[in-house]
Each structure stands twice: as structure tokens, then as C-alpha cells.
């Protein structure tokens, strides 16, 4: 298996403005391209944790691949993403 685990930082977006219009939220494209999140990938036996830290936020996601997990996002408190 490729290691992912690490430390990622956000480097360039290229056409990301086009892929955000062609899916109709083209107004919310300058907001993420405003954006250059840093996002750490940790793994801890079969458990697996995202954290995302951008413009001073943190969230994070902890969960285990194969199986359902149900998640809150900081810019939608009231969704429930899986």
C-alpha cells in the first residue's frame, strides 16, 4: 500500500474556477480559491484521521476505512455528511 500518511500543503488550483462553474457554484469558487489549507493524514492500526487546517480553522475526521462514519462539517453544522 502507498504511505499517505503526512502532512500536505495546498499548492496551486488550476481550473478549479471552471470545475466550480461547471458543477453551478461558481459563486462559491473564490471563496475555496482564497483558501490554502494544510491537511494532515494520520493512521493509528485501522483508524484513520484527516485534519484540516485552513484560514485559523481546524476540523478533523476520524474514521475507518470500509465502514460508514458519519461526519459535521464546520460550513454546513447543520448536514451530517457519510
Request: aromatic letters at 10%.
Amino acid at each position: 500500500m502507498v504511505q499517505i500518511v503526512g502532512k500536505y500543503q495546498y499548492v496551486s488550483h488550476e481550473n478549479f474556477d471552471e470545475f466550480m462553474k461547471a458543477l453551478g457554484q461558481g459563486e462559491l469558487a473564490s471563496v475555496f480559491l482564497q483558501s490554502k489549507p494544510l491537511i494532515e493524514v494520520q493512521n493509528n492500526g485501522d483508524q484513520w484521521s484527516l485534519t484540516v487546517n485552513s484560514d485559523g480553522r481546524t476540523s478533523s475526521a476520524t474514521f475507518k476505512l470500509g465502514e460508514p462514519y458519519e461526519e459535521k462539517l464546520p460550513s454546513s453544522p447543520d448536514r451530517k455528511f457519510q
